[in-house]
C-alpha cells in the first residue's frame, strides 16, 4: 500500500469530479436566480466597500487629530477590501454567460477565481 501521503490528492485539479474537466472542477451549473443571488450580492458589498472607504476618508479631516490616522488606516483596509470583491466579482461574470438558448446562465470554461474566498 502507499504511504497516505501519496494516497491524497495534490492539487483541487487532481480530484474526479464526474463527466468535468479538471478545470472546470470548482464550476457548477446554475440556474438564473442562483446566478442572479450571487451577483447582487457581489455587487452590494462591493458598492458597500466602495462608500466606507469614501465616507472614512472624506471624514478625516472633522475628526480629532489623534483619531486621524486611525480614519485613513480604517479606510485603506476598506479600499483593500472593495479592490479584491472587484476581482471576485469579474471573476463571476467571466465563468458564466448568458446565451439565447436557455434562461439559465452557461458555464464559459473560465474558472471563478476561489482564491479570494
Avoid at 86 to 98: A, D, G, L, P, V
Wanted: glycine share 4%.
Amino acid at each position: 500500500a502507499l504511504p497516505i501521503s501519496r494516497q491524497l490528492p495534490l492539487s483541487a485539479s487532481d480530484l474526479p469530479v464526474a463527466g468535468v474537466a479538471p478545470r472546470e472542477a470548482m464550476m457548477f451549473p446554475m440556474t438564473d436566480g442562483q446566478y442572479q443571488l450571487v451577483y447582487n450580492t457581489l455587487s452590494f458589498s462591493l458598492a458597500s466597500m466602495m462608500a466606507t472607504t469614501l465616507f472614512l476618508w472624506m471624514r478625516v479631516p472633522a475628526i480629532a487629530a489623534k483619531y486621524q490616522s486611525a480614519l485613513i488606516i480604517s479606510g485603506l483596509v476598506t479600499f483593500i477590501a472593495a479592490y479584491h470583491y472587484m476581482r471576485i466579482f469579474n471573476s463571476w461574470t467571466e465563468s458564466y454567460k448568458y446565451t439565447l438558448d436557455s434562461t439559465d446562465p452557461q458555464l464559459t470554461g473560465v474558472p471563478f477565481n476561489d482564491a479570494y474566498r
